[in-house]
């Protein structure tokens, strides 16, 4: 109840004299609650979250891009970035009808995550008014986007590849064409604040959860997260190049996917470490005595 009642007005205050310690304030509260989750999938749960590719530093700077495979997949992201010491300064684009929910709502409109209609004609704007605020380096950030704006279904693929047959683009089987504009703006503005772009690619045992499956453990039993690490130097600076270098990525992706699907796992397993349980008590301990009267 303390991050409930307190958070929002000090938030408010705080601002009024310094964004920077508003900011750092209000991630480090939400890091306490958020750091709740990865404590549920993985200790409670007993959901093994495996973690594949390269080995990231901590606390960079980053935009990260992934495949959007189920409703929960940002979820999951908290269990990387609580491990890098960024699990309150991650950051989502996504659809505005998510900012209404009860609860996780307020604290997305607190964190400042970017609501979007995909619409390009009407999110324009307000990406690049939000985008232009998150470039002050001493403000650490985790940038997630999805470029494929909706969650995967057979449906929604073969709508994906029937386009891209139409109009000689690749045409993909796991994953559907991702939207480029959304994507390049968040670059363009932020790349000289920027140390890197995650390249996330995530897969589940069996099925792909539902946000109930999370919550009781019914699923998904191993989360595999593929990551790549790309300097944010190494991505061509103008729109058609970015655009066509999203493209490639995803193709690359679709091709981890295939390999994943035939071989139950992705390459270079095992890069990060399992949580600890001692961090996750801690977090816990301050964050009930917070709440207490």
Same mark, same amino acid.
């Given at each position: 109840?303390?991050?409930? @009642?307190?958070?929002?007005? +000090?938030?408010?205050?705080?601002? $009024?004299?310094?964004?920077? *310690?508003?900011? %750092? &304030?209000?991630?480090?509260?939400?890091?306490?609650?958020?750091?709740?989750?990865?404590?549920?999938?993985?200790?409670?749960?007993?959901?093994?979250?495996?973690?594949?590719?390269?080995?990231?530093?901590?606390?960079?700077?980053?935009?990260?891009?992934?495949?959007?495979?189920?409703?929960?997949?940002?979820? @999951?992201?908290?269990?990387? +970035?609580?491990?890098?010491?960024? $699990?309150?300064?991650?950051? *989502?684009?996504? %659809? &505005?009808?998510?900012?209404?929910?009860?609860?996780?709502?307020?604290?997305?409109?607190?964190?400042?995550?970017?609501?979007?209609e995909r619409k390009w004609e009407c999110d324009q704007s307000v990406m690049r008014?939000?985008?232009?605020?998150?470039?002050?380096?001493?403000?650490?950030?985790?940038?997630?986007?999805?470029?494929?704006?909706?969650?995967?279904?057979?449906?929604?693929?073969?709508?994906?590849?029937? *386009?891209?047959?139409?109009?000689?683009?690749?045409?993909?089987?796991?994953?559907?064409?991702?939207?480029?504009?959304?994507?390049?703006?968040?670059?363009?503005?932020?790349?000289?604040?920027?140390?890197?772009?995650?390249?996330?690619?995530?897969?589940?045992?069996?099925?792909?959860?539902?946000?109930?499956?999370?919550?009781?453990?019914?699923?998904?039993?191993?989360?595999?997260m593929h990551i790549r690490r790309i300097p944010v130097k190494e991505i061509p600076?103008?729109?058609?190049?970015?655009?066509?270098?999203?493209?490639?990525?995803?193709q690359l992706k679709d091709q981890l996917l295939s390999n994943f699907i035939a071989?139950?796992?992705?390459?270079?397993?095992?890069?990060?470490?399992?949580?600890?349980?001692?961090?996750?008590?801690?977090?816990?301990?301050?964050?009930?005595?917070?709440?207490?009267?």
């Amino acid at each position: 109840m303390f991050l409930v @009642y307190f958070v929002p007005p +000090a938030a408010v205050v705080l601002r $009024l004299f310094s964004v920077h *310690y508003s900011r %750092k &304030s209000v991630c480090f509260l939400f890091g306490l609650w958020l750091g709740l989750w990865p404590l549920l999938f993985e200790k409670i749960n007993k959901t093994t979250v495996i973690f594949c590719g390269e080995r990231v530093p901590a606390k960079e700077r980053i935009l990260l891009i992934a495949n959007h495979r189920t409703e929960v997949d940002w979820m @999951y992201l908290w269990d990387l +970035a609580l491990r890098k010491g960024c $699990l309150g300064y991650i950051k *989502y684009v996504l %659809k &505005s009808s998510l900012m209404k929910l009860p609860i996780f709502g307020w604290g997305f409109h607190i964190l400042e995550f970017i609501p979007v209609e995909r619409k390009w004609e009407c999110d324009q704007s307000v990406m690049r008014r939000m985008l232009s605020t998150y470039s002050d380096r001493q403000d650490p950030l985790w940038l997630s986007v999805f470029p494929e704006g909706t969650d995967y279904t057979e449906q929604k693929c073969r709508k994906s590849q029937k *386009y891209a047959a139409e109009n000689g683009l690749p045409v993909l089987k796991n994953v559907l064409l991702p939207k480029t504009r959304g994507f390049y703006a968040c670059l363009e503005i932020l790349r000289d604040s920027l140390d890197a772009v995650y390249d996330v690619t995530i897969a589940y045992k069996n099925q792909c959860p539902t946000f109930l499956d999370n919550l009781f453990g019914v699923d998904p039993s191993e989360v595999h997260m593929h990551i790549r690490r790309i300097p944010v130097k190494e991505i061509p600076a103008s729109e058609h190049e970015a655009a066509d270098w999203l493209m490639n990525t995803f193709q690359l992706k679709d091709q981890l996917l295939s390999n994943f699907i035939a071989n139950g796992q992705f390459p270079h397993q095992a890069t990060e470490d399992e949580l600890s349980t001692m961090k996750c008590l801690v977090n816990c301990g301050v964050r009930t005595a917070m709440d207490q009267p």
